[in-house]
């Protein structure tokens, strides 16, 4: 086998792919408007036209780029209560972009976006608790956080909170609940949870042993180039 677990494996010891899945870190952008009548609109307290100017000093696209004023006007947005923009403020500190790195305001903007429901801002929360990133690592509150995001279809988050009932951080070990929320987020075209998923179903963990969903999930995982997917799918033909 291509590094599958092993049948009477202690779950410390397995190949299963244990790595989480890592923060989101993409910058959320809407359409621009005209750059002229989006600053006024900005400095007139427009929120939309505040979160698009905070883009495009970002990006130094159309006009000179400004950290200094990115963080300004994603900042009025934020204060007006705009998830997105509290979520970009809570990116830039995290990530250090055009600020010092500071994962307490990180976190305290991420929190903004997450009582607005925004399931990026509850998976990156999750990530920071479950990795004790700024703050103390706290598996309950990860747990918390990841379920919130999981809940709104985040594969990562599913990813994640799977890893943690596997290994029972926080949690008694779970195998049934882990190998749901592999597939869940296998379903959502996660590649390593797709894999996961298939050598649970190989080796009977959580679940009776079936080879034929092993296959298909080790299918899943190869269609989604995770090459390991794809040994096992080959050794299963």
């Avoid at 244990?18 to 750059?35: F, L, M, S």
């Avoid at 500190?93 to 307490?104: C, H, I, Q």
Wanted: with cysteine; hydrophobic share 35%; charged share 25%.
């Amino acid at each position: 086998m291509a590094g599958c677990l092993a049948v009477n494996t202690a779950i410390a010891d397995t190949d299963i792919i244990v790595y989480p899945a890592k923060p989101k870190t993409e910058i959320i952008k809407r359409p621009q408007a005209d750059i002229a009548n989006l600053q006024k609109e900005a400095d007139d307290g427009n929120i939309k036209a505040q979160f698009n100017l905070g883009v495009l000093y970002l990006e130094g696209k159309k006009i000179p780029q400004s950290y200094d004023k990115a963080i300004y006007y994603f900042g009025e947005a934020a204060k007006q209560g705009d998830a997105q923009a509290q979520f970009n403020l809570g990116l830039m500190y995290f990530e250090g972009v055009g600020v010092a790195r500071d994962y307490n305001q990180a976190m305290k903007y991420y929190k903004m976006a997450a009582y607005q429901y925004m399931p990026k801002a509850d998976f990156n929360l999750a990530y920071m608790y479950d990795q004790g990133v700024g703050t103390t690592q706290d598996h309950q509150q990860a747990i918390a956080w990841y379920k919130k995001a999981a809940d709104q279809n985040v594969p990562e988050a599913q990813y994640n909170l799977a890893l943690i009932y596997y290994r029972g951080q926080g949690v008694p070990v779970d195998l049934h609940k882990a190998l749901e929320l592999f597939k869940d987020a296998a379903h959502n075209d996660h590649a390593d949870a797709a894999y996961n998923a298939g050598c649970m179903y190989e080796q009977g963990l959580g679940t009776s042993i079936d080879k034929e969903k092993a296959k298909s999930y080790f299918k899943k995982a190869c269609d989604l180039h995770n090459q390991d997917g794809c040994k096992e799918y080959k050794d299963l033909l």
